[in-house]
């Protein structure tokens, strides 16, 4: 039987009054479950609901509005499920991108990558400046299987990558060691620079799992705001396209 929570102790979770709570279940931030004792109902409270309410506080923090914040919740919350367990603690960063002091060195949530996407679009309707997003992916020796290794190795990984990136650029995981890196205000050139240095970051150590020395490979996907064709278009996905194609075309020659 699933775990629930009573409004108290989700309060005190989450750090919001009990009126917030009343407000955000009336307008859809989550649904609690209705149990009856007696004549009377009581609202109960999944994990699930506490994330989401973690989730939407951040944004309203962040300086949206409480029905803007859920509704960015909904919209990706799919997309936010199917993220693997790897490097979950994600930090609390500020309106400007910055990891706060209890952060982990600048690695933000899928959501937050998606949130500020959508505000550097909407610059763009006023201002002429590039964007350009890259996506890595780290290539590990067939023999690294297990997830906690992977994982500790891109964790420290991650760390590397936060120490250049600039305070305005977002640095998300995503799934199959890939890493998507939102940049606002570098040009392609620029972000071809920056995927050389990464790569010199990735593919430089040497690393020891099972009493077995190696060194991880990497490949670069890259998209460039001026360069899709519809303004609609989704930079995060145009380059995570233009990552697996790099794959595809690699499996081809070796055939």
Known sequence: ????????????????????LGYWGMIGVI????????????????????????KVKKLIEEGFFVSKAAEKIHKMKESISSSPEVIQAMPSVDRNGRPQENGHQGLSSSLYLEVRLCEELSKLSQHRFPMTCIAIQVLFPAFVK???QKNE??????????SVKQPSE????????????????????????????????IESPEWDVQDKKFRLQATFGFSDY???????????VEAENSLLGQ?????????
């Not at 775990?3 to 917030?20: D, E, L, M």
């Open 153 to 162: 190795i891109l964790f420290k990984l991650s760390l590397k990558f936060a």
């Open 226 to 236: 001026s360069a899709l064709p519809r303004r609609e278009s989704n930079l995060l």
């Open 247 to 255: 794959g595809l075309r690699r499996k081809s020659a070796g055939q």
């Open 1 to 20: 039987m699933q775990k629930t929570y009573g409004p108290k102790a989700v309060c005190q979770s989450v750090g919001i009054s009990q009126r917030q």
């Open 146 to 148: 297990l997830s906690q």
């Open 170 to 201: 977002v640095i998300s995981y995503k799934k199959d060691s890939i890493f998507l890196w939102l940049m606002p205000n570098r040009t392609m050139e620029q972000a071809h620079l920056l995927s050389k240095e990464v790569k010199e970051m």
């Open 31 to 54: 649904k609690p479950t209705k149990q009856m004792h007696g004549a009377k109902v009581f609202n109960r409270y999944t994990d699930e609901d506490i994330e989401t309410l973690n």
